[in-house]
């Protein structure tokens, strides 16, 4: 699958709130998950929000209630609504698409870095 293109990333301060869009070039079927991953220097990637293609979406504890994830399928692009930004939050994100078995099926692309200040 060819990498998708994330934008949206920026500088905020605590407390603003950020969109990020995942382009990407992906045909779904019913078994596909996207998802939006984070991952800083030294640490492992980690999975924050997915979406089906059914529409069911799922958070990891530390952004639950304050991010959202939503899919257009006719633009072909997730995105990842990041509200009360926290200085933890600074990573950079990615986005991809999983099997069934939880493969990702994607090439990662560059990301899209988010900084948070105080």
């Known amino acids: 699958q060819v990498p998708p293109v994330e934008s949206g990333g920026g500088l905020a301060q605590a407390g603003d709130s950020l969109r990020l869009s995942c382009a990407t070039s992906?045909?779904?079927?019913?078994?596909?998950?996207f998802g939006w991953c984070r991952q800083g220097p030294g640490k492992e990637r980690e999975l924050v929000a997915t979406?089906?293609?059914?529409?069911?979406?799922n958070y990891a504890d530390s952004v639950k209630g304050r991010f959202t994830i939503s899919r257009d399928s006719a633009k072909k692009t997730v995105y990842l609504q990041m509200n009360s930004l926290k200085r933890e939050t600074t990573d950079v994100y990615c986005c991809?698409?999983?099997?069934?078995?939880?493969?990702?099926?994607?090439?990662w692309g560059q990301g899209t870095q988010v900084t948070v200040s105080a």
């Open positions: 991809n698409v999983q099997d069934g078995d939880k493969n990702y099926l994607a090439y």
């Open positions: 992906w045909r779904p079927y019913s078994s596909h998950v």
């Open positions: 979406i089906v293609v059914g529409g069911s979406t």
